[in-house]
Nanobody, 116 residues
């Protein structure tokens, strides 16, 4: 069964940091590039950052470049997102999935709220 479970969100002041974690089913994790997605209030879900299967190549949206760092642990089927210098516009629900998504069975996501 495909599973994606996100954790680590919370309420933080602007300029603060959070570290998100994602545990994924091996069937997804081991065969795909993985990504973190964000859905801000009133907006569609969008890809924020991606990491290749090997972990050697990454993509970052311009809005998070230089502040966010994606990483993965292939032995544990886990992925992480270190978010620094957070801004109010980073607020949203963060999800993990393959990139492109290979399942419509998204996890519940983890809420990140950045106060100004």
């Amino acid at each position: 069964q495909v599973q994606l479970v996100e954790s680590g969100g919370g309420l933080v002041q602007a300029g603060g940091s959070l570290r998100l974690s994602c545990v994924a089913s091996a069937s997804i994790f081991r065969s795909n590039d993985m990504g973190w997605y964000r859905q801000a209030p009133g907006n569609e879900r969008e890809l924020v950052t991606r990491i290749s299967r090997s972990g050697r190549t990454n993509y970052y949206a311009d809005s998070v470049k230089g502040r966010f760092t994606i990483s993965r642990d292939n032995a544990k089927n886990m992925m992480y997102l270190q978010m620094n210098s957070l801004k109010p516009e980073d607020t949203g629900v963060y999800y993990c999935n393959a990139d492109p998504p290979v399942t419509t069975n998204w996890g519940q996501g983890t809420q990140v709220t950045v106060s100004s």
